[in-house]
T-cell receptor, first 117, second 109 residues
C-alpha cells in the first residue's frame, strides 16, 4: 500500500514568488494534516481537514497561506507571496477517523523542503 | 503552538545502553503518541498510548503515561546505531495532533 505522497521534494524560489505543495494521502484516510517544521524543531500544525472540510486552520497565516482539499482526497497548500521566513519543511500527514478506541496515529509523507532566497 | 515538551533536548549514549526520553504536556488528551524522525526524512509513528493506559510495550520500546502529572516517558532498550534519530511526543485531543520539540538521540559505537 502506498504511503502519503508529497511533491515536490525540494523547492527553491525567490521571495515574493508563489509556491504550491501537493499531497496525496493514504487511501481511505479521512483526516489530512499540513505541518511546518523548522530546523531543529517539532512539526507545527497549520491546518487539519476532515474529508473536504477544514476543521482547524487557526495556525494558518491566512494573509499569505491557503489550502484546499477538493473531493476530500488530495490537498494543496499554497503560499503567495513567499517570504524568507517561510523556508522550512512542509509535511503532510493523514490518519483514519479515530473511532471508538480513539486511535488516530498519523502517517507522514517525506515532506517538501522549501528554500526562499 | 506546541504542547508537548521533551526532555532532554539531546542525548548521547553508548550502543547497547538504554535511552530514556521524557515528555510533559499541558492539557487533557485522548492519547499520546511517539514518533521517530531520521535526518531529512518524514516522521514514523512508533507507539500510541491511550489516556486510560499506564504502560505500553512494542519490541524494544516501552512507553509510560501518567495523566495526573501530564507526563510520558519513552524507553528504548539495548540501543542500536540505527536508533540515532529525533524522537517526538505528540498529544492527541479531538483528532488534533500536536508535537513537541523533540529529543535528538545519538547512539555512539
Amino acid at each position: 500500500e502506498a504511503g502519503v505522497v508529497q511533491s515536490p521534494r525540494y523547492k527553491i524560489i525567490e521571495k515574493k514568488q508563489p509556491v504550491a505543495f501537493w499531497c496525496n494521502p493514504i487511501s481511505g484516510h479521512n483526516t489530512l494534516y499540513w505541518y511546518r517544521q523548522n530546523l531543529g524543531q517539532g512539526p507545527e500544525l497549520l491546518i487539519r481537514y476532515e474529508n473536504e472540510e477544514a476543521v482547524d486552520d487557526s495556525q494558518l497565516p491566512k494573509d499569505r497561506f491557503s489550502a484546499e482539499r477538493l473531493k476530500g482526497v488530495d490537498s494543496t497548500l499554497k503560499i503567495q507571496p513567499a517570504e524568507l521566513g517561510d523556508s522550512a519543511v512542509y509535511l503532510c500527514a493523514s490518519s483514519l477517523a479515530p473511532g471508538q478506541d480513539r486511535r488516530n496515529e498519523a502517517f507522514f509523507g517525506q515532506g517538501t523542503r522549501l528554500t526562499v532566497v | 503552538s506546541q504542547q508537548g515538551e521533551e526532555d532532554p533536548q539531546a542525548l548521547s549514549i553508548q550502543e547497547g545502553e538504554n535511552a530514556t526520553m521524557n515528555c510533559s504536556y499541558k492539557t487533557s488528551i485522548n492519547n499520546l503518541q511517539w514518533y521517530r524522525q531520521n535526518s531529512g526524512r518524514g516522521l514514523v509513528h512508533l507507539i500510541l498510548i491511550r489516556s486510560n493506559e499506564r504502560e505500553k510495550h512494542s519490541g524494544r520500546l516501552r512507553v509510560t503515561l501518567d495523566t495526573s502529572k501530564k507526563s510520558s516517558s519513552l524507553l528504548i532498550t539495548a540501543s542500536r546505531a540505527a536508533d540515532t534519530a529525533s524522537y517526538f511526543c505528540a498529544t492527541a485531543r479531538d483528532d488534533k495532533i500536536i508535537f513537541g520539540k523533540g529529543t535528538r538521540l545519538h547512539i555512539l559505537p
